[in-house]
């Protein structure tokens, strides 16, 4: 993990850039102090009963943020869990460091373990999707005791080979977006989103400077063998498919085109005892934006509801 002094210039989006978002009333909790990244604070929402038997921990991807889940958290706190999603630094209302270089494969992942360690989760329901699970499937093999159950959406394991044209096509069009327009982005992938809606994606990022992590995402995803995180993905996908004893339960949002049906049905075979997935005609990349029913279909099948 990088020093303070490695980390550089770290910026903070104001508070009042989060006031008024629609569907969002969620109050804000950070950690400052993870080991390994004194001095970067991290936001994560946390709602439901602090006691509850299980915990939905919802892992966001690029370019969004904790509110990616607001359609999915009154659902299962609804039910009797707890909700926990958790912003990478980079994006939300997590800090943010400049410098484009502070943010890898490691630094990401390192962070996702400190927190988890922190906030001593247990039973926990792993909620995933684009990065979420990129970073997050790595986790069940170090923490086999805590976590007991997957809710994968549109998501994969970085294992060294290429993701397809269309994963091609985004890299490349990110690449030439340094100052990408997030909302923009997210409302024509997801046509449901209102124009507040989309602006709620903008709103960790007033200005470029906030945008290394949106930079740097699609440039960690591991699509040739030496690729930092290779050799995590590779024991990651052995312990899912060979190991894995928990329960799972798979969305595909069939509209995508980076990360769609085609990639998660061949995903499904790879994780030990997957069901049949629920096919979600309209959705696209960002499927948690139809992601009342596939809470619910979740709680359903996992008999949590």
């Known amino acids: 993990m990088p020093s303070a002094s490695e980390v550089g210039e770290v910026l903070r989006t104001p508070d009042d850039r989060f006031e008024g978002l629609p569907g969002w009333d969620y109050a804000p909790n950070y950690v400052e102090d993870l080991p390994g990244y004194e001095g970067l604070r991290m936001h994560y929402v946390d709602e439901g009963p602090a006691d509850a038997a299980v915990t939905f921990l919802c892992l966001h991807g690029e370019p969004s943020w904790s509110y990616l889940y607001r359609k999915m958290a009154p659902v299962f706190t609804a039910a009797g ?29 390192g962070s996702l373990k400190a927190f988890f360690e922190r906030m001593n989760l247990s039973n926990v329901c792993l909620v995933v ?45 990110n690449a030439s977006q340094p100052d990408l327009a997030v909302g923009d982005l997210m409302q024509r992938a997801t046509p449901v989103l209102s124009d507040a809606e989309a602006a709620a994606y903008d709103a960790p990022f007033p200005d470029q400077r906030y945008k290394a992590g949106v930079r740097r995402f699609p440039m960690l995803v591991q699509t040739s063998p030496e690729m930092e995180g290779v050799d995590v993905g590779l024991d990651s996908m052995k312990f899912l498919s060979e190991q894995w004893s928990g329960e799972s339960f798979m969305a595909i949002g069939m509209q995508d085109p980076v990360l769609g049906p085609k990639l998660m049905h061949a995903m499904r075979l790879m994780i ?31 008999k949590l509801s």
């Open 129 to 173: 999707q684009d990065w979420g699970g990129l970073l997050g499937l790595t986790i069940p093999k170090d923490y086999t005791e805590q976590i007991t159950r997957l809710l994968v959406m549109n998501t994969g394991i970085g294992i060294g080979r290429p993701a397809g044209d269309g994963f091609d096509a985004w890299r490349e069009f």
């Open 81 to 109: 869990h707890r909700v926990v999603a958790p912003d990478w630094f980079g994006f939300g209302r997590s800090d943010k460091p400049v410098s484009d270089e502070v943010y890898t494969f490691g630094f990401h992942r």
């Open 272 to 302: 030990r005892n997957c069901p049949e997935p629920m096919e979600v005609a309209d959705a696209g990349h960002f499927v948690q934006e139809w992601g009342g029913p596939i809470a619910e279909a979740a709680l359903k099948s996992f």
